[in-house]
């Protein structure tokens, strides 16, 4: 199979269980902003496919699972969310793409590319919810709220479950070739 054939594979792969996941853990919005769910293949993609591939199905998940009924009926979340889940794909594919592939790095990258999406987030619901709705002002506090606290259980499934998978992936022979 061709790499450009493979990438699309793989990116068909992440984008389609950036759909069924959240389904799976529940399809409310508390349940998401504590697992994370979307998150998980879009810093997968990243990692593997790189930041092209992972930046466009960080912006076309959250919209998607929207239309699909999938996602919280809340539109500035969804806003948020079409800025922040690129960022993390796009920061996890440049970063790991450019530091050595041992363990070490693949943490630095993992986190360093969570640390981005999420300032991501910040800004995009600072605009948000500040301009567009009722809602009592985006604050840092409200921030660090959500973005660390409610979401500390999908934070630590991120950071225990992706290196696992890289890893055995790594020791399975794959050396991050199909990034483009």
């Not at 959240?22 to 790189?50: D, E, K, Q, S, Y």
């Amino acid at each position: 199979m061709s790499r450009p054939v493979q990438n699309l594979v793989l990116a068909a792969l992440f984008f389609a269980i950036g759909i069924i996941l959240p389904v799976i853990v529940g399809n409310t919005h508390w349940t998401g902003a504590m697992l994370l769910p979307m998150h998980l293949p879009v810093l997968m993609a990243g990692i593997i496919l790189g930041p092209r591939y992972a930046g466009i199905i960080g912006i076309l998940l959250p919209i998607t699972a929207f239309l699909l009924g999938h996602a919280p009926p809340f539109p500035h979340v969804i806003i948020a969310m079409s800025f922040e889940l690129p960022f993390y794909g796009i920061a996890a594919g440049i970063l790991f793409g450019k530091l050595p592939k041992t363990f070490p790095f693949l943490m630095v990258s993992l986190v360093g590319a969570m640390i981005i999406g999420r300032v991501a987030s910040a800004i995009a619901n600072l605009v948000v919810l500040n301009l567009f709705t009722d809602t009592p002002p985006f604050s840092f506090e409200v921030f660090l709220t959500g973005a660390f606290v409610t979401a500390l259980p999908g934070i630590i499934i991120q950071i225990v479950l992706i290196p696992i998978l890289i890893v055995a992936l790594q020791r399975a022979g794959w050396k991050g070739g199909t990034r483009t």
